[in-house]
């Protein structure tokens, strides 16, 4: 009698579950559409879709209890409000490029309480500065803003979010165009601060004032034109930096090239480009990161989130290094730079997979999108290179990936199924797919009333079958 379940049994079952299954096992009894209404259940919602009805709906049971929210589109982003979260303190917003000022004012109106906005990675081309402006002014409690594809910041916007949010200690501009360098040293408070992607940027300028941010921790210069004397100013100029993030930035790939031991002397600060293999370096260099801990490169982000780590304030940095790793890393395929190929081979693949053991939901979602795509050099025929995808093989990524394509989250799953069905072009990764039961559990995932999920499990299945013993296990396990 499941009914006899003691309630936190219960409870810990249904969050186990996705939220139509959640819906579907509360409508059995009473007592289980009483534990399905647990405000425990109710404090992060993850919603592909939302219109302004169904948001009335789920109002009664989200307006006391929601703190987190994630979805996706403009259209649920404008119907976010009608689900009256006076207490959200965390939304994360993704594909709303059509994403106006109008509506992102109205969302930081009615959600004051804001900690953390984050919205991308698509563009947001019809955001201005008065929308940050607004934002700053509505959501004095922000911690944590990182937007995508901005036309401009100018200073008055970023004077505006200095003032008003003095809380505000991780700031990310990704793909700006043009952005205020000056302004940004007022914002006394952060701790964290990334530009990856940002165009135009005055370089000589910005390392003079950047270094004189009084708490800046880490800084993210990724896919950016940052000059060697640039990074040479920060590294002697700062007193709190401890890390730079530069990869795929061509300059300081250059001087590499030159002199391979550019910014070795860096004064106890970290250097991440991608000519050093990063988490060997990390591990080399991990002192300054892990004073009390020995790091070993194979695990070292997982030794620098420890408890020794969260002392030393290791856990905040290693899980910001994780988010912007994975938001570079997402963006590199999408130009395929010229010389990047062996950084996949040698490190790019293990980063990858490393990420996929984050913490973070969206980190894991864009390194499963990156495994599908970075092997991928001809979009039309669907070709794959040989070489990336047995290297993600060898570094023992499909068992994860089939571990995530049977998780409770269907956003992470249709990731992990389309990751799968892309590698397994390879003959060698599909036989390894098949052998590991990767053809039963994408059978199982192709029934699933999520259509993009089921589509993604269509597809891995069908590029499975190109080897003739497993058309014959296909087949079975699919009727």
Not at 92 to 107: I, K
Not at 461 to 466: A, D, G, K, R
């Amino acid at each position: 009698d499941w009914t006899a379940l003691p309630d936190d049994a219960t409870l810990h079952l249904f969050a186990r579950l996705g939220y139509r299954d959640r819906a579907a096992l509360a409508a059995t009894c009473r007592a289980w559409r009483a534990l399905a209404a647990s405000p425990c259940l109710w404090a992060a919602l993850h919603l592909r879709r939302l219109d302004p009805a169904a948001a009335a709906t789920l109002a009664p049971r989200c307006a006391p209890h929601l703190r987190s929210l994630r979805l996706a589109g403009r259209a649920a982003a404008e119907a976010a409000p009608f689900l009256r979260a006076a207490g959200l303190r965390s939304l994360r917003l993704s594909g709303c490029r059509d994403l106006t000022d109008a509506a992102l004012a109205v969302l930081a109106a009615r959600h004051g309480g804001l900690a953390e906005l984050h919205i991308g990675p698509d563009p947001l081309d019809r955001i201005s500065s008065d929308a940050l402006r607004s934002v700053a002014l509505c959501c004095p409690r922000l911690r944590c803003l990182r937007l995508s594809g901005l036309r401009e910041v100018t200073a008055d916007a970023l004077a505006d979010l200095a003032r008003h949010c003095p809380l505000l200690h991780d700031l990310a501009f990704i793909d700006c165009l043009v952005l205020d360098e000056p302004a940004l040293a007022g914002l006394t408070s952060l701790r964290f601060l990334s530009v990856a992607g940002c165009q135009n940027i005055k370089w000589a300028t910005a390392s003079a004032s950047w270094a004189q941010l009084p708490s800046l921790t880490a800084l993210d210069v990724s896919r950016t034109d940052v000059s060697p004397g640039a990074v040479s100013r920060l590294i002697s100029h700062s007193t709190t930096l401890r890390l730079i993030c530069a990869l795929n930035c061509a300059s300081l790939e250059e001087e590499e090239a030159h002199s391979p031991a550019a910014f070795a002397n860096s004064r106890g600060k970290l250097v991440l480009t991608i000519n050093r293999t990063i988490s060997k370096y990390i591990a080399a260099d991990a002192a300054p990161l892990c004073p009390d801990t020995a790091v070993k490169d194979t695990v070292v982000f997982d030794e620098c989130r420890s408890s020794s780590g969260k002392r030393n304030g290791v856990s905040q940095l290693i899980t910001w290094l994780e988010w912007i790793l994975s938001q570079s890393l997402l963006r590199i395929p999408e130009s395929n730079p010229h010389g990047m190929n062996q950084f996949w081979l040698d490190q790019g693949a293990a980063l990858l997979l490393t990420l996929l053991k984050s913490s973070q939901e969206d980190v894991q979602e864009r390194a499963a999108t990156t495994l599908a795509t970075f092997a991928v050099i001809d979009d039309e025929n669907t070709n794959v290179d040989p070489a990336r995808s047995e290297a993600v093989m060898l570094e023992g990524g499909i068992p994860m990936l089939l571990d995530l394509a049977r998780c409770s989250r269907e956003s992470l799953q249709s990731e992990a199924a389309k990751a799968i069905a892309n590698l397994s072009v390879n003959p060698k990764v599909a036989k390894a797919v098949a052998d590991q039961g990767g053809i039963a559990i994408l059978t199982n995932m192709a029934k699933s009333v999520n259509r993009l999920v089921a589509e993604e499990a269509a597809g891995g299945l069908w590029n499975l079958s190109v080897g003739e013993e497993h058309k014959v296990v296909s087949a079975r396990c699919c009727f």
